[in-house]
């Protein structure tokens, strides 16, 4: 009779034991969270306009290459050896200049866009970490993310996630008016004849 009692003990201590260890999870969309974001919205407008000035640059060199090839066939019977050879020069150092630029420029549409976005993610960050605290929840697992293969039932905590959002202040977004562009252009010379000009934007 001891040693039942005993065991009963034992096994009601472990009980409690498991109990305690138990920690509670929850789930959300960190995607759908930050794209219901109020200043989500601003940052994709201010992104877009950063992105337009970069493609207004690039038309305008575009155009310049354009014309000047154009100019070249137009004039190159009549050219002398010295002159033909420095449209050609001209004209691929701006073929150059061009490309540099596309490239740099995706970067850095690429890198405002990450600059805006960081603040929203910090806030949207900070509300779970808040709704987390007050619901004791040890962890919060990222459903967009897609690596949860399986899990036990978990708490949708996106709906109070989203109601503490409406409870802080706006995110604050860099200034839009640092449109600096692309880095400097570059040069470069050939002495081959030119090929007919590409054209065309990345985004």
Known sequence: MKIQKIIVTAGLCISITTIGLAQKIAHLSLDSLVSGMPET?????????????????????????????????ANEATMSDLVKKTKQEELQSLQKRIEDFKSQAQQDYQAKYQLLITPILDKAKKAIEMVAKENGYKYVLDASAGFILYSEPSDDILPAVKKKLETMPPASLPGSNNNSGANQEKTGTKSTTPSSPKSGTKK
Not at 49 to 56: G, R
Not at 59 to 65: G, I, K, N, P, Y
């Open 41 to 73: 919205k601003a940052a994709r407008e201010q992104a877009q306009n950063y992105l337009k000035d970069l493609e207004k640059t690039m038309m305008s060199m575009e155009q310049e290459l354009q014309t000047k090839y154009n100019d070249y066939l």
